[in-house]
């Protein structure tokens, strides 16, 4: 069994750090507060909080533009606030995972101020003349370089896998800029790791190396830095945003996100084009939508195709949505509808990934204002999906002391906003019913990641079995739905309008169930 092991078992729990607890009354989220609430995220059943870039940033892109990778932001406390946090987690048996934002940075890190002011400088991407794209040098040096994403995030310099005879600018993979950027990275991940740090999220994971066909450059850059890992710190771990598991996995990652962004395992589930929606992702149905539409095949294509290319490798993960993309209760999606949603997440072999508040249902806001660069297009507005955590009934949903009009983005003004003190005390609540099925997936081995499933009716609903010995119904659709049960005797260990009985399941409207072979 590898160092690493422990991400077999994980359950991840996205903190978006500016949105989930205030200790200090600014609006905006801390450290101290994250602390205080570590207790809650025990109770839920989380072993694993990944925390979206803390550090030093002017927030033009809401922290994934950094400018100083080893100091935190003020916003959220100093160093000695993220390794009390890290601290007070490990105690309760939870593991701190950081973003590494690897492929660019702020435009104010000073790595680029001294890179716009030296025309020898070969940490970031530059040319001479102009093109589509480009950005003007902001300092003494003239030329253009090259953004990762918005302007203000140039990209670090790589190389290139191809050189060009008309781009002479372009550098190899093993020029010193290049590497330099290589080795900078192993020392951001090092600083943090001897912190107590156990792993990091990549960001843009796939970006580094430039015009790669097929990712190979970038690939053998990701698996010299595993080798650095597993001989200097053999228990950690790197979890990709890639999009594409195969290929991350098979570069070094531990595990990658199925994302929106790519392919239709993600879309095909979650995605019901209200909120973040960019028509590059394709227009189909998905299958958690109660009109009953979608086809969970989409999902169980790709899935396959992943799962065997990782296999004994490392994980698929699986959000419930993140801060790139709309929550499940999003549109004609509502709360009363996620029960089937989160079974499918933790009853599933992927890695199950909670995005802070998706838990009690938090619903994604729309027509919020451009906060921090959350507007992406007309149809993408990534704001929604980041609003304060709501804690209790009271003022600001308990998130924070401020005025209202000095948070960070608005709490959900609805009078039924759903809050975690409310749900703690209904056993009937969404949060205690994903708090049961992660105690599930803790005790029954056979419900974990990587472990067997076999696919009994690929539909509504859908009907599967673990290890052989757990069946699994879910069923999004509203209307009731019967079809074959499989033989022998089932014993209910947690469902919600799903019987097995006399050869049949019967899954009522939006219901779930999970059964022990008895
Ligand atoms: C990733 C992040 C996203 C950010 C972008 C640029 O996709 O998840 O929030 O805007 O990278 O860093």
Not at 114 to 129: E, L, P, Q
Not at 132 to 139: F, H, N
Not at 473 to 500: F, I
Request: aromatic share 12%; proline share 8%.
């Amino acid at each position: 069994m590898s160092a690493s092991a422990w991400l077999d078992d994980a359950i991840l729990y996205q903190i978006y750090p500016q949105s989930f607890a205030d200790s200090d009354g600014d609006g905006i989220g801390d450290f101290p507060g994250a602390l205080e609430r570590l207790d809650y995220l025990r109770w839920l059943g989380v072993t694993t909080i990944w925390l979206s870039p803390c550090f030093a940033s002017p927030f033009g892109d809401a922290g994934y533009d950094v400018a100083d990778y080893l100091t935190v932001a003020p916003r959220y406390g100093a160093n000695d606030d993220l390794t009390a946090l890290v601290e007070a987690a490990r105690t309760r048996g939870i593991r701190v995972m950081l973003d590494l934002v690897a492929g660019h940075t702020s435009d104010q890190h000073p790595w680029f101020r001294a890179s716009a002011a030296d025309s020898d400088d070969h940490r970031y991407i530059w040319r001479t003349t102009p093109a589509a794209g480009w950005v003007a040098s902001p300092g003494s040096r003239p030329g253009y370089y090259l953004p990762n994403f918005f302007a203000i995030q140039p990209a670090l310099n790589f190389g290139y896998a191809r050189r060009h005879p008309e781009e002479p600018w372009r550098q190899g993979v093993d020029d010193e800029g290049p590497q330099a950027n290589r080795a900078a990275l192993r020392e951001i991940m090092g600083f943090w790791f001897d912190r107590g740090i156990a792993g990091f999220r990549v960001d843009m994971a796939a970006s580094l190396v430039k015009d790669d066909p097929g990712h190979v450059e970038t690939a053998k850059l990701w698996q010299q830095t595993r080798q650095w890992l597993d001989s200097a710190y053999p228990d950690r771990v790197l979890v990709s945003e890639w999009g594409d598991p195969a290929t991350a996995v098979r570069a070094g990652f531990h595990a990658d996100f199925f994302l929106h962004f790519r392919g239709r395992a993600f879309g095909s589930l979650w995605n019901n084009r209200t909120g973040t929606h960019d028509p590059s992702w394709g227009d189909g149905p998905c299958y958690f939508d109660a009109d009953a539409t979608g086809a969970v095949d989409e999902f169980l294509a790709e899935w396959r195709d992943a799962r065997s290319a990782t296999q004994g490798l490392g994980h698929v993960a699986l959000p419930s949505s993140n801060h790139d993309f709309s929550r499940l209760a999003c549109g004609p999606r509502t709360r009363d509808q996620l029960a089937p949603a989160f079974a499918l997440l933790l009853t599933w072999p992927t890695l199950p990934t909670l995005y802070y508040g998706d838990e009690i249902g938090m619903r994604y806001l729309p027509g919020l204002p451009d906060v921090e660069g959350s507007t992406l297009g007309p149809t993408y507005n990534r704001a929604g999906s980041r609003t304060p955590m709501q804690w209790d009934p009271g003022d600001n949903a308990g998130f924070s002391t401020a005025p209202a009009d000095k948070l960070y983005l608005p709490i959900d003004p609805d009078p039924n906003r759903p809050d975690v003190a409310s749900q703690r005390t209904d056993p009937g609540s969404l949060l205690n019913t994903v708090r049961r099925l992660i105690e599930l997936r803790r005790t029954a081995p056979a419900l974990r990641t990587g472990g067997e499933v076999e696919v009994l009716h690929a539909g509504y609903p859908f009907v599967y079995v673990r290890g052989g010995t757990h069946l699994v119904v879910v069923n999004p659709a509203g209307e009731r739905r019967a079809v074959t049960a499989p033989v022998g005797v089932w014993a209910d260990l947690d469902s919600q309008g799903v019987t097995v009985a006399d050869g049949e399941i019967v899954a009522e409207p939006v219901s779930y169930g999970v059964f022990a072979a008895v």
